[in-house]
């Protein structure tokens, strides 16, 4: 009989995941279900909850003692609530106290998705034995989270780490957070691909305009692919060496679709990092690929949960 377990949820605009994980990140038992994104609040509520349910009603559940929960942001781990870009039904929605009703009161924490990859690229992925790395994911949008001393950290309500969010070009173009010239606004999928149909670039004959139809011209030798790969690597340099610079990071690890690129995207980041990492103690920084994969953030809100059990049973809580 298991009793070190922990129920885990990542919660997404295209997918809820839940799992039960025991204390090596086995995943035990998982359960899905299609996120209900353009429906009402309750109805995505729902959908967790039947999640959840395939999760309590596991003979294993009597081992699990707490619940960890990965979502799309923002999140606030002070509050209790999220606010899902993705997901318009949830605004300030209470899910911790939601969760922990339907979890018989077991203590919930809460952190951002990005975190969560954070949590399980160092416990189990790219950034093991790392102790101070900024991990990243670069997809339709670009979000990441930091391990600072050894240690996962979130910040006051779950969202530290959003590296997606920092402004790499203060007169660039608006950005849908409010900002200007984020790195997102440059180096997500759907803005490479734009930037490179903006310039002329164009679909093969099956008419694909993803940033990943974009790599492949790239790689291909397209110079307005090329290019548009460029300035995203040049983006996301200028915010890791930033990341860098304020908090000594060693390590910069990237996962996500656009990440799939692989050289395409690494190469010139590579040589971007040479310009804007520019002082000794961060002119060592190592970027790589990420290795975990769609359970990334399953693993993370896990990994979140069994601090919070480890710090429990140290406070005697
Ligand atoms: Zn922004």
């Known amino acids: 009989m298991h009793t070190d377990l922990v129920a885990a949820l990542d919660i997404g605009g295209t997918k809820i995941a839940g799992a039960l994980v025991d204390g090596g990140g086995g995943l035990l038992l998982r359960a899905q279900r299609p996120t209900p994104a353009r429906q009402d609040g309750e109805t995505v509520m729902r959908a967790v909850e039947e999640v959840l349910g395939e999760l309590t009603a596991s003979p294993l ?4 003692g707490a619940v960890g929960i990965g979502s799309a942001g923002p999140v606030d781990a002070t509050a209790g609530t999220v606010s899902p870009v993705n997901v318009p039904g949830w605004r300030d929605y209470p899910l911790v106290a939601r969760v922990r009703a339907a ?3 077991l203590p919930v924490v809460l952190i951002g998705d990005g975190v969560a990859i954070a949590a399980a690229e160092h416990w189990q992925g790219a950034a093991r034995g790392h102790d101070n790395a900024l991990c990243m994911v670069v997809s339709t949008g670009v979000g990441g989270g930091l391990v600072i001393g050894g240690r996962v950290h979130p910040g006051p309500t779950g969202n530290a780490g959003h590296i997606g969010h920092i402004s790499v070009d203060l007169d660039g173009d608006p950005c849908p957070c409010g900002a200007r010239g984020c790195v997102e606004r440059i180096a997500s999928g759907p803005n490479i691909a ?4 903006d310039n002329g670039w164009r679909p093969g004959p099956d008419g694909d305009t993803s940033a990943a139809a974009v790599a492949a011209a790239a790689r291909a030798g397209d110079p307005v692919a090329v290019a548009s790969f ?3 690597a040049r983006a996301l340099a200028a915010g890791i060496a930033a990341t860098a610079t304020l908090v000594e990071i060693d390590i910069a690890v990237i996962g996500g679709g656009v990440a799939k690129a692989g050289e395409v995207l ?7 990092l040479t310009e804007y990492a520019t002082l000794s103690f961060v002119q060592r920084l190592a970027v790589v690929p990420a290795r975990m994969g769609t359970d990334a953030g399953l693993v993370g809100a896990a990994a979140a949960a069994l601090a919070r059990r480890a710090d429990t049973a140290v406070a005697g809580v």
């Open 194 to 197: 734009r930037r490179a149909l």
């Open 61 to 64: 559940w009597g081992g699990v």
């Open 230 to 232: 460029e300035r995203a």
């Open 266 to 272: 690494l190469a010139p980041l590579r040589r971007a």
């Open 103 to 105: 979890a018989g009161d």
